[in-house]
């Protein structure tokens, strides 16, 4: 998998796709109005971000982000994004192999475990 992979299944599936950079200058993957089907969030819509990886073969950041927060900051492994005020940063490692699938599959057992 590539960032463009990832990048180009976003867009598959009507999320944008587009490269926004940090203040701090990280890149990140942004997918916007994913709609969270599971958990007590269900039925919410968030931007989600996933950070750029250089790492040859690809390796994800052990985090998500998402654009409103969606839970008290502090809590569930929560913290402010690099992204700014208005994203939260998840940590969370991927356990699965990286595919856009896995990453998007990753992002809604986040989102559906809270």
């Not at 990140?28 to 750029?52: H, N, P």
Request: hydrophobic content about 45%.
């Amino acid at each position: 998998m590539t960032n463009e992979d990832l990048q180009a299944y976003f867009r598959g599936l009507g999320l944008g796709g587009e490269i926004v950079a940090a203040a701090n200058g990280a890149r990140f993957i942004v997918g916007r109005e994913y709609l969270i089907t599971k958990g007590s969030l269900a039925g919410r819509r968030c931007d989600v971000a996933v950070q750029w990886s250089d790492a040859v073969p690809y390796v994800p950041a052990p985090a998500i982000h998402t654009r409103p927060a969606l839970i008290p900051m502090g809590t569930r492994n929560t913290q402010a994004s690099a992204l700014g005020d208005e994203w939260q940063y998840w940590s969370r490692r991927m356990v699965a192999g990286p595919s856009p699938r896995g990453v998007l599959a990753h992002i809604a057992t986040v989102l559906g475990e809270v």
